[in-house]
């Protein structure tokens, strides 16, 4: 029978109860009959979106009729329920609520239209008794209060039984139709709102109707003009559907704060042009992390004081997590203390896959310190750099927020003696959804740990095997049991290689779910033969299609789901023992990719490299953006070649303002930011008493896919790049989220890096470094250094990092020191001079667990890189 047909019969047969009285509002008898419907897809007739369930089983439509499972015993009404988001509400305006149920074996059941967070207002209710037989129910209110984002929950826990519950043409019609959306993209001129590298790429894009060149000019914060030129019509922006020219001032390099661009009549947003301008921002999106803490008390003065809470979920009332949490029924019959980590994004969940690559990427922007000359052999990211409770311990703050995430990911490992030991539980989070806004220490949820998946597991074992090589100089035994925790996670995924996340196991917390782990494999097995040099493992990542595959994909580079060209660029960058010619060619993959995603921002008016069709804006495709960027710096590091830095430099400006809604992505920086992103924590938009998300914190950005009702219903019909809103209900386009805020944190300290972008110079020196012989515990090494330039060295100093626990030991005609895994050696005072075509040697003897000693890639004299030979 068809749905339509389906409905027909039933409302032929359904028993109807029109109720007039109310247990909250005055009633009214009528609501005119051409009143507009503020529900959507009431008839279900599109599926179960943008409907919701809670307590539930799984939503389904049964003969055109919404129907799910709700267990008995639950203790409330409210403890099970079925709901939709975004309803808009006009205080005074009538409206007619109704809707046909039925359910087996029968319950009884209550509608409530209310606020969607605490306190949870009620603006209207009616309850019900749901029988075998379909029965019709209406009610007629009016509405006491505005809220464009009401919600309608059917409350059907509470029964000593258990029930199929299944609604239909579920209607609530009065009110007003919703007005057109219109966003305020303020100026026509879009920039940067952040500004711009003195040597760097400065573009920008003005909308226009023109279709001839059109002047330009720079104005200072006083308003003289300093610079100007034509524009070049660029036609119709793909993504946007605008017509746009764009403007080019990367020839102006004075720096300076408050200028503006006019073109066409419009003056832009100002920025500012410096060369420190990412410093903060590098500050910023790391601290980020220390905010989304679970498990720790944070202080307001590192951080401020509106961001000061309790610790969350140490199972202290009302919280019943995270010290001691039992699996999903049916999953396992122990509990484990899995304390500590990041709360993944807006909601309280922690998610090892995501987890996995969004500590990665800290430890890869670590990690970079270490072979990249411009990243000043890591200063910046040194000890005492970061507003963290760690500060002054004698390690590298980035490690040690990295470090906060690790403890927990460990903690999710199956123990030993325990069927699948060495796995990894996929997820740990609430029992049901909750609302917003909700602090960590108020959410009275039941955790759980979810089954293992081979996903997970190897997502620990890449991040353990990264661990384990960066902490060696700073905390040998913690990087004995990430090591350890490595090896025995990659033996078990072997062991169970196709444990996957499920896709329906999405209630309380998303899904992750992955069904192709070949690229988690690769990635893992390079971790682990870059960490310990062990064949096996070398065996294996050589074997995988994947070593010779093109893993870079146009939309994103890697993300949570396709981590390959992570395995891919750490073989680029992390010194190893791969022949001469196979490096050769992992590093030409890597800026074969770099060049297509500079063809791809060439080709965008608003100048990102991202395609301009609707598949390429998905959820979260900000960190797309940055991941492709992250390919154009990696590309940079490696080859001197400007190009790619400036591609990446200007990646960042669609983030921070240059894109056709005119909005900066992250809060805190631009003249116009978001601030009102998805999360439970940061819920100003809900509670005025509680603060914006922290300065640096990321949004998803447009998507066109629209996947949250508040966006669906708001921004249908969008182009691509305006499929976004700065509202706390729209999750799909709005929310926070760790490996978001990893992408970021990554881009803004290579960023920062580059100060103010000049021309690479030439290296002026060679060196040669040569390891004469090793044994178990140690090695002896050779270093001479050559003055290729024209001008004579008066004193030196030589620097690289090693990749793992060695140390220095002894050294001779030089002063050699050792902090963490970077040496520098300078000079005697009899040595002090190279002079042009002359060169210097010097020697030193180093100890090592037996991990790999390769050679460094990166050396430098007097902060410069040498050529290597």
């Known amino acids: 029978m068809t749905p339509s047909r389906r409905r027909l019969t039933a409302l032929a047969a359904a028993t109807t109860l029109v109720l007039t009285g109310t247990t909250t509002v005055p009633a009214h008898a009528e609501v005119p009959p051409d009143a507009p419907e503020q529900i959507r897809n009431g008839d279900f007739s599109a599926g179960t979106s943008p409907w919701f369930s809670y307590g539930t089983g799984d939503l389904g439509v049964t003969d055109g009729r919404l129907c799910t499972t709700v267990p008995g015993g639950l203790a409330n009404p409210w403890d099970a329920g079925i709901g939709q988001d975004a309803v808009p509400l006009i205080a005074g305006a009538e409206y007619e609520l109704s809707f046909d149920v039925s359910a087996t074996t029968g319950t009884a059941l209550t509608a409530v239209l209310q606020l969607g967070s605490a306190p949870y207002t009620t603006y209207a209710s009616v309850n019900a008794t749901a029988t075998g037989t379909a029965q019709h129910v209406a009610k007629t209110f009016t509405a006491p209060a505005d809220n464009p984002n009401a919600q309608l929950i059917f409350q059907v826990g509470g029964s000593p039984q258990a029930q199929t519950v299944c609604l239909d043409n579920v209607s609530l019609r009065g009110g007003e139709a919703a007005p057109p959306y219109e966003p305020d993209t303020g100026p026509r001129v879009r920039v940067n709102q952040v500004g ?52 080019d001032l990367s020839s102006f390099r004075t720096p300076g704060t408050g200028y503006t661009l006019v073109a066409d ?34 202080d307001g003065d590192l951080i401020g004081t509106e961001y000061a809470r309790p610790a969350g979920h140490l199972g202290v009332a009302p919280n019943q997590g995270d010290t001691y949490v039992p699996c999903q029924p049916g999953v396992c019959d122990y509990s484990l203390d899995v304390r500590g980590g990041w709360y993944d994004a807006g909601d309280h969940g922690k998610y090892v896959v995501n987890g996995g690559i969004a500590t990665y990427q800290l430890l890869s922007a ?16 040194g000890d005492s750099t970061l507003r963290v409770p760690e500060w002054g311990n004698q390690v590298p703050d980035i490690l040690d927020e990295a470090r906060w995430e690790l403890e927990f990911l460990l903690r999710m490992q199956v123990p030993a003696g325990q069927p699948l030991a060495g796995m990894a539980h996929h997820k740990i989070h609430d029992r049901n959804w909750t609302g917003l806004p909700l602090a960590p220490q108020d959410d009275p949820q039941p955790r759980e740990l979810h089954p293992p998946s081979t996903a997970a597991t190897l997502n620990l074992a890449a991040v353990a095997a990264q661990c384990a090589r960066l902490f060696a100089p700073y905390d040998a035994a913690f990087a004995g049991r990430c090591g350890t925790a490595a090896k025995t996670a990659y033996a078990a995924a072997k062991a169970h290689p196709k444990s996957y996340a499920s896709a329906a196991d999405g209630n309380g917390g998303g899904a992750y779910d992955d069904s192709n782990v070949t690229d988690e494999f690769y990635w ?45 660029l750490d073989l680029a960058t ?12 992992i590093r030409a993959s890597v800026t074969a990719a770099a060049d297509r995603y500079l063809a791809t921002l060439r080709g965008q008016a608003y100048g990102l490299p991202l395609p301009g069709d609707a598949g390429a804006y998905v959820w979260g495709g900000n960190s797309n953006i940055i991941n492709n960027a992250i390919v154009l710096a990696t590309a940079f590091d490696l080859t001197r070649d400007a190009k790619y830095r400036d591609g990446a430099v200007q990646s960042a400006d669609y983030l921070l303002g240059r894109n056709a809604l005119n909005i900066s992505y992250v809060t805190g920086w631009g003249e116009h930011a978001a601030r009102n992103q998805h999360s439970r924590l940061f819920a100003h938009q809900l509670d005025p008493n509680l603060p914006h998300p922290p300065a640096g914190s990321l949004a998803g950005g447009a998507n066109a896919a629209l996947q949250d009702p508040y966006a669906a219903n708001l921004l249908a019909g969008c182009q691509p790049m305006f499929c976004y809103v700065d509202d706390i209900n729209s999750y799909s386009t709005n929310e926070v989220a760790i490996n978001w805020n990893s992408a970021l944190a990554w881009l803004a300290s290579f960023l920062a890096d580059q100060r103010d972008a000049a021309a690479v110079p030439a290296p002026t020196c060679a060196v040669t ?7 178990p515990e140690g090695f002896n090494t050779q270093v001479t250094v050559r003055n290729t330039g024209t001008s004579a060295v008066n004193g030196w100093n030589v620097r690289w990092a090693f990749t793992g626990d060695q140390k220095v030991q002894s050294f ?3 002063q050699v020191s050792q902090s963490g895994a970077t040496v520098t050696a300078t000079n005697e005072s009899w040595n002090a001079t190279i002079t042009p075509g002359a060169e210097i040697t010097f020697g030193l003897i180093g100890s090592t667990s037996g991990a790999p000693n390769p050679t460094p890639t990166l050396i430098t004299l007097n902060n410069h890189a040498c050529t290597l030979s």
């Open 366 to 381: 670590f990690e970079r310190t270490k072979t990249a000359e411009t990243a000043a052999g890591g200063a910046a990211l």
């Open 524 to 568: 893992a097995a390079v971790e682990l033969w870059l960490t310990t040099g062990e064949p096996a493992y070398l065996t294996d990542l050589t074997a995988s299609p994947l070593h010779t595959a093109d893993v870079f994909a146009a939309g994103g580079a890697f993300g949570w789901q396709s981590v390959a060209a992570l395995g891919r």
């Open 812 to 814: 001779w005609s030089a």
């Open 196 to 247: 711009y590298l003195p040597g760097g790429p400065k573009h920008a894009t003005v909308v226009t109707d023109a279709t001839d060149p059109m002047p330009w000019q720079l104005k200072s914060a006083a308003g003289t003009v300093v610079a100007g030129g034509q524009t070049t019509p660029r036609g119709v922006d793909a993504a946007s559907q605008q017509h746009v020219h764009t403007v």
């Open 769 to 775: 470094y040569t390891t004469h012989g090793s044994w």
């Open 574 to 585: 992390v010194p190893n023992a791969l022949p001469a010619a196979e490096q050769a060619r």
């Open 265 to 298: 009549g419009e003056t832009s947003h100002p920025f500012d042009i410096s060369g420190t301008l990412y410093d903060g921002l590098r500050a910023d999106s790391l601290q980020f992390f220390y905010a989304q803490r679970s498990g720790i008390a944070i």
